[in-house]
Nanobody, 123 residues
Framework: QVQLVESGGGLVQAGGSLRLSCVASGSIISINAMGWYRQAPGKQRELVAAIRSGGSTNYADSVKGRFTISRDNAKNTVYLQMNSLKPEDTAVYYC?????????????????WGQGTQVTVSS
C-alpha cells in the first residue's frame, strides 16, 4: 500500500519562509510526476507546483519567483521551499504523486494524495 506523508507546515509571519516535505512509501515501482496543491477555505484545490521525474517543473503564476519545488528520487521525496510568504498563501497544502504500484488486479499507475499540512501566514 502506498502512502504519502507531508510535514513542515506551520504558522509564519508575512515575508517568512517554510519548507514542506512529502515522503512516498510502500510498494512503489516508480514515481512519475510529483506536485503540491493547496486549498484555502471556501476555495477549490489548486495546483501550486509540479515536478516530473526528469526534473522539469511548472508553477502557478501566483507563486513564481517565490516557491521552488524539488525532489530526491532516491528518497521518494518532494520538497516545496516557500519564500516571501503572503497571507494569501494560507491554505492546507497537499502532496500528490503519480505512482506505479501493485494493485489488487495487477500493476497500475494512479495518483495518490497526502493528508495535507496547514500553512498559515499572518500579516
Amino acid at each position: 500500500q502506498v502512502q504519502l506523508v507531508e510535514s513542515g507546515g506551520g504558522l509564519v509571519q508575512a515575508g517568512g519562509s517554510l519548507r514542506l516535505s512529502c515522503v512516498a512509501s510502500g510498494s512503489i515501482i516508480s514515481i512519475n510526476a510529483m506536485g503540491w496543491y493547496r486549498q484555502a477555505p471556501g476555495k477549490q484545490r489548486e495546483l501550486v507546483a509540479a515536478i516530473r521525474s526528469g526534473g522539469s517543473t511548472n508553477y502557478a503564476d501566483s507563486v513564481k519567483g517565490r516557491f521552488t519545488i524539488s525532489r530526491d528520487n532516491a528518497k521518494n521525496t518532494v520538497y516545496l521551499q516557500m519564500n516571501s510568504l503572503k497571507p494569501e498563501d494560507t491554505a492546507v497544502y497537499y502532496c500528490n504523486a503519480e505512482i506505479l504500484a501493485p494493485q489488487a488486479m495487477g500493476i497500475a499507475r494512479r495518483g495518490y494524495w497526502g493528508q495535507g499540512t496547514q500553512v498559515t501566514v499572518s500579516s
